[in-house]
């Protein structure tokens, strides 16, 4: 008989509705006339590229009059509001107001740290990042190519999303994985949580069977997340190894939407870059999205009940303890 004695958590009401993370703004793409507007997080948020090729993402409403700056225009290294053409630099510091000769402090936005890397653009939700944008230990960005990126709407927390990665019950429920051992966690101080296991693929969906036959019946898993909004999966077979990466932008209080790609290790030749490469990482990221696409109807309207979480769910609520020191300030 299974232990099912109840054990007790924090209130879960320290759990931030929009954790301090990197976040996946758009893709380069995306900047139509050097401009791209978002409602996310909460806000209004624009992002422009300067003449020179420089990124920048800040509140999209203008400092003056709350006008649309995704509206505007970009002039230069500047973005310019469509209402009285404040200018404002990368940085969100006005630079010009065409009316007047003295530009007010109330003249600016707030600009938040951002980086571009494989296509796609990211801004941290704060003032100074915590920690650099995430990649893989061990693993050079250059070496590895990317799929186009998919996204997923969960009718659950994020919060509920990222404990998948210590939830035990889940994988085989879930995903047809058997645990093959107990599994290890690491914990590098507040931001950075790590779980590694090892498992027997078992199901018989046909992406299972593709899996099998391609890499092996045996998985060596590695997911690290950060802040537990950024996940990143490495999993290893015999003959195969993929990569996996999501960033889990909560839209409210119930609903998370998954900006999830894949990766897969860059050929060597010029044909393999050009040709082979683009087709493995479009299969693996099938095989992935169809992994996940198996959360979604289990997940809808789940969330933590304290009073009935049982001594199986230890890992999960260490998790859940983790989750509200870092947003009470624990990192300090």
């Given at each position: ?39 996310m997080l909460g806000c209004s948020l624009v992002g422009f590229k300067s003449e020179s090729g420089q990124f ?150 046909w992406t299972d069977k593709l899996t099998r036959l391609a890499g092996g019946d045996k998985v060596d898993l590695c997911i690290t ?108």
């Open positions: 008989m299974p232990d099912t004695k109840r054990i007790e958590i924090p209130d879960l009401g320290s759990v931030p509705l929009f954790p301090e993370s990197w976040y996946r703004f758009g893709s380069i793409q995306d900047f139509n006339r050097g401009l791209a507007s978002k409602e920048s993402i800040m509140d999209g409403r203008c400092s003056h009059m709350h006008s649309v700056l995704g509206l505007g225009k970009v002039v230069g290294e500047t973005i310019q509001c469509p209402f009285h053409h404040w200018r404002y630099g990368i940085d969100g510091k006005c630079v010009s107001i065409p009316c007047g000769t003295e530009i007010p402090v109330l003249a600016r936005q707030t600009a938040y740290p951002t980086q571009v890397r494989h296509g796609q653009v990211y801004f941290y939700y704060g003032k100074k990042p915590l920690f650099d944008l995430p990649f893989y230990d061990q693993e050079d960005a250059d070496q590895l190519t990317p799929s186009h990126v998919f996204k997923m709407e969960l009718e659950a927390p994020w919060y509920m999303i990222s404990i998948n990665s210590v939830d035990l019950q889940h994988f085989k429920i879930a995903h047809d994985r058997r645990l093959l051992d107990t599994g290890t966690i690491h914990q590098d101080g507040l931001l950075k949580h790590q779980a590694s296991y090892r498992f027997q693929i078992e199901g018989n969906a997340e950060w802040s537990g909004n950024v996940v990143l999966a490495h999993a290893r077979l015999r003959r195969a190894e993929t990569f996996g990466m999501l960033f889990l932008e909560p839209r409210d209080l119930n609903r998370t939407c998954v900006h999830a790609m894949v990766f897969c290790r860059m050929s060597p030749s010029w044909f393999g870059k050009r040709f082979l490469d683009p087709i493995r990482t479009r299969i693996r990221a099938i095989l992935i999205r169809k992994f996940l696409q198996a959360d979604v109807p289990r997940m809808k309207g789940s969330h933590v009940r304290p009073q009935t979480l049982i001594s199986e769910d230890q890992r999960v609520v260490d998790y859940l303890r983790q989750l509200c020191r870092l947003s009470n300030g624990g990192i300090a």
